[in-house]
């Protein structure tokens, strides 16, 4: 298995409070995504990063934002979490993207998130 | 908009059966496609990668088909067995970035 460790795996907090999420890697892979899973959507892709300091939004970012100072971690932070922010979130890494568009993505168990 | 389909309905089937599942797709031309498995509770682990330019792919049970005239893309597990029972999702490339599309998973019941 992927060497991909997310925390906390549950979290329950209040509306209106700030949560960071953490994904921590030992591949060394280049790319690192934090997706939200629900029901009737499946997995929706929030932001990825294509190295340090390089992040990029995908579908579903507003509301959310990420970090990545350390090739081996990508942070995700809701600031001021709702309720609508209740999900299963999921980090992957891939080894390569660009040109190399083919590459597997390996994903860690998630973090069921529940916001009061 | 960008859409892909699976069937959202459970596929309950005998062992030993052949179980196919689909993905179709619209205004996409995907270069590759994936498909991934995941289980209750746990992250989707990748099972096959097929390209535009290839029709079928295989690996030990499972078979994958990609036409990109309709525009599907067809996951077969063959001799299907108990511990196959899961949710199998499809995936498309995007953009650049190695970005992926999901569709929401069909679930499969194996039953023995």
């Known amino acids: 298995d992927a060497g991909i460790t997310q925390s906390p795996r549950h979290k329950v907090t209040e509306t209106g409070t700030p949560v960071t999420l953490r994904c921590h890697q030992t591949e060394n892979h280049r790319y690192m995504y934090w997706y939200r899973q629900d029901p009737g959507h499946g997995l929706r892709l929030i932001h990825y990063s294509y190295g340090v300091k390089d992040t990029d939004k995908g579908e579903v970012s507003d509301g959310y934002s990420v970090s990545r100072s350390k090739t081996e971690d990508f942070l995700l932070t809701l600031e001021s979490a709702t309720s609508s922010q209740t999900s299963v979130y999921f980090c992957?890494?891939?080894?390569?993207?660009?040109?190399?568009?083919?590459?597997?993505?390996?994903f860690g168990d998630g973090t069921r998130l529940s916001i009061l | 908009s960008q859409k892909i389909e699976q069937n959202s309905e459970a596929l309950n089937i005998q062992e030993g059966k052949t179980a196919t599942l689909t993905c179709n797709y619209t205004n996409y031309s995907p270069a590759y496609l994936q498909w991934y498995r995941q289980d209750p509770g746990r992250g989707p682990v990748f099972l096959l990668l097929i390209r535009e330019n290839e029709k079928e792919k295989r690996k030990e049970r499972l078979k994958v088909t990609f036409d990109t005239t309709l525009k599907q893309s067809l996951f077969h597990i063959t001799a299907s067995q108990p511990a196959d029972s899961a949710t199998y999702l499809c995936a498309l490339d995007v953009a650049a970035g190695n970005k992926l599309t999901f569709g929401g998973g069909t679930r499969v019941l194996v039953k023995p």
């Open positions: 992957a890494i891939s080894e390569s993207g660009g040109a190399a568009r083919n590459q597997p993505q390996h």
